[in-house]
């Protein structure tokens, strides 16, 4: 018999698993190739000549973009961040659902970066009975607080960065204008905020 927290933990992966990839079967049936992590892959029993196997750390090319995997910390299989480079001298950093990143980054113009939650939020929610202790530890352990991304930004070189597009922010856990505020405030740069 399943308990009531294996199904909570069974739940939270499945929808970390499924909340970014629902698509990929229509996209790939549209003749889209798609760039997957071997265990995504076998998350979500893929399969096709569609699918191209990536790997962190290892460059491969669309077009005129180089691409760099990158691993992230979060609680599913093989997720990954990515820089994209282009000919022209652009670095794109795409990082969600994660909640640190390791690495350090020169050169970025433009930045797509999960922003999920404010700790803060967070504490108030679980005091007011919105949101229970176990999702709380959840997303302090799976995705990028405020207080994280802020961090990471202070810790990465800024200077050619044009924009700043913070992504993936909680329904119930974040104050969009606060966040915007906040990291416009830190960086100087054009930040804007992605609406689901």
């Known amino acids: 018999m399943v308990s009531g927290s294996q ?3 069974l739940a939270l992966y499945l929808m970390s698993t499924f909340d970014h990839s ?3 079967k229509d996209i790939m049936r549209a003749g889209i190739d798609c760039y997957i992590s071997a265990g995504t892959v076998e998350a ?3 399969s096709g000549h569609r699918i191209n196997i990536i790997k962190a750390k290892q460059q491969f090319r669309i077009g ?3 691409i760099l995997p990158f691993d992230t910390q979060h609680d599913c299989t093989e997720p990954l961040g990515f820089l994209l480079a282009s000919r022209e001298g652009e670095k794109l950093l795409y990082l ?3 909640y640190y990143c390791r690495y350090r980054f020169s050169g970025l113009t433009h930045l797509m970066i999960e922003c999920n939650h404010s700790q803060d939020i967070l504490k108030q929610n ?3 009975g919105k949101l229970p202790v176990e ?3 959840r997303l302090m352990k799976s995705h990028f607080s405020l207080e994280n991304v802020k961090e990471f930004l202070k810790a990465n070189d800024l200077n050619r960065v044009q924009e700043i597009y913070l992504i993936h922010l909680s329904d119930g856990n974040s104050d969009a204008a606060m966040f915007k505020r906040e990291v416009q405030g830190l960086t100087g740069k054009p930040v804007m905020v ?3």
């Open 7 to 9: 199904r909570l933990r």
């Open 22 to 24: 629902k698509a990929v």
């Open 126 to 128: 679980v005091s007011n």
């Open 96 to 98: 969600t659902d994660t």
């Open 194 to 196: 992605a609406e689901a």
């Open 44 to 46: 979500l029993g893929l």
């Open 135 to 137: 999702m709380k530890n």
């Open 64 to 66: 005129t973009w180089a």
